[in-house]
């Protein structure tokens, strides 16, 4: 899952009320290239949704690496990897969420914003930072949290479109967080994957 995320150097987060088919979504996104995918449990049905594409043909075959986002609890945390979650975020410092993914030896990206909130994310185990929200205070941000932890794999969240993800990406970052701008919530209820490809090759084209 690590290497497909650094590779591509980015993640969709899909944050959507209805998502009709999982593994036609998880397809549409691999064939833009963006094969690691964030289902999250502000959706309905989400652990279903998981449960589904991450036993899918569709979904292995298009080198999709899935995941689970919005993951607070321990119990959040062992569901989400039960029904196949590859990886796990959360929107901020949760400890018994990573205490839970260390043991089972399962990647995770864990929220944060400021330096100390960084570096406690760091030091939980996080295979990388997500930081979050990105867009209220842009790429320089990103630069400046490099300075005291040049090492840190940080991946901005929150607000990351096509005509900035190369400017958080040149500031630092080790990958971007794709969102609404390539699922929009809309499109993907529709099931318009054609759409949603094209989104995704327009946000990597950029890269």
């Known amino acids: 899952m690590l290497d497909t995320l650094f590779t591509d150097r980015v993640v969709c987060v899909v944050r959507a009320p209805v998502v009709p088919d999982p ?29 589904k594409a991450a036993g899918a043909t569709g979904t292995a075959e298009a080198g999709v690496a899935l995941g689970l986002g919005t993951v607070l609890t321990a119990d959040d ?49 996080a295979s990388a930072v997500k930081v979050f929200p990105a867009s209220a205070f842009g790429p320089a941000y990103l630069k400046d949290l490099h300075g005291p932890y040049p090492d840190l794999r940080l991946v901005p969240s929150g607000g990351i479109t096509a005509g900035n993800a190369a400017d958080f990406l040149a500031a630092g970052a080790a990958a971007v967080t794709a969102g609404t701008g390539v699922v929009p919530p809309d499109v993907v209820a529709a099931g318009d994957w054609a759409a949603i490809t094209a989104r995704a090759t327009e946000f990597t084209g950029g890269l």
């Open 23 to 51: 593994v036609a979504l998880c397809e549409a996104l691999a064939a833009g290239g963006i094969r690691t995918v964030e289902l999250t449990l502000t959706t309905p049905g989400a652990l279903d949704l998981l449960r």
């Open 77 to 125: 945390a062992r569901a989400a990897i039960d029904a196949g979650a590859r990886f796990l975020v959360t929107p901020g410092l949760r400890p018994a969420v990573a205490e839970v993914a260390r043991a089972a030896g399962i990647p995770f990206l864990q929220g944060a914003l400021t330096p100390t909130e960084v570096l406690d994310a760091h030091e939980g185990g």
